[in-house]
């Protein structure tokens, strides 16, 4: 089975730039989460989608942040301006329809570097 | 409030055992984890245990749960220089809203 595919791996950007992050989910997955990672912190969770649908989106900072899964697969995070504390890997998650334990697969992440 | 606490820094000797150690505040967790993230990788599923186990083996991995002091331990046997790794302690409610909440991670460092 194929993993969670996300690109760019890298990207390096100025601030008040902007940048967007892609990620394809495994095959058949319902819920796709993003989730940002801060040098030295766990994971936090920004949006959780249920097939197109947001159910989650507490933590996200939406006057820079978006996010889209317009199909139910595939999704963009966008970040317009970026700030210099955005600097983190961006990790995009996947599971089968809410299973919770076990079900969850984690991309290798992309890594910004906001200068 | 969700929050995972876990001790940033381990060193272990090479064969001995590591132990590393998580409490968690939300007592209707459903689901705790352990996972493990390498340099440059993304984060990879060690094991995780239902909160009514106080107890899980899986080859040179045990977890220990205490959810009365709602303490999480993960024990290495054996350690390897493979294991050299940060190593997260999460939990989730495991329902529909299974939004995993992680801690900080501990790195886990390998003596020769």
């Known amino acids: 089975e194929a993993g969670v595919a996300q690109s760019p791996r890298y990207k390096i950007i100025e601030k008040r730039q902007s940048v967007a992050f892609w990620c394809n989910p495994i095959?058949?997955?319902?819920?796709l989460y993003w989730y940002q990672q801060i040098l030295g912190q766990g994971p936090k969770l920004l949006i959780q989608f249920q097939n197109n649908g947001v159910v989650d989106d507490s933590q996200l900072p939406k006057d820079r942040f978006s996010a889209e899964r317009l199909k139910g697969v595939d999704s963009t995070l966008k970040i317009q301006p970026a700030k210099l504390e955005d600097s983190a890997v961006y990790l995009c998650?996947?599971?089968?329809?809410?299973?919770?334990?076990?079900?969850?697969?984690f991309g290798s992440g992309t890594r910004l570097t906001v200068v | 409030g969700e929050d995972v606490e876990q001790s940033l820094f381990l060193s272990v000797r090479e064969g001995d055992s590591s132990v590393i150690n998580c409490t968690y505040t939300?007592?209707?967790?459903?689901?705790l984890y352990w996972y493990k993230q390498e340099p440059g990788a993304g984060l990879q599923l060690l094991t995780y245990i239902f909160s009514n186990m106080d107890m899980k083996q899986d080859q040179r991995l045990t977890v220990l749960l205490n959810k009365k002091d709602k303490h999480l331990s993960l024990r290495i046997a054996d350690t390897q220089t493979g294991d050299s790794a940060i190593y997260f302690c999460a939990e989730s409610m495991g329902n529909r809203d299974d939004k995993i909440i992680f801690g900080k991670g501990t790195r886990l460092h390998i003596l020769p």
């Open positions: 939300d007592s209707s967790s459903t689901y």
């Open positions: 095959s058949g997955h319902a819920t």
């Open positions: 998650a996947s599971s089968l329809s809410g299973q919770g334990a076990g079900g969850y697969t």
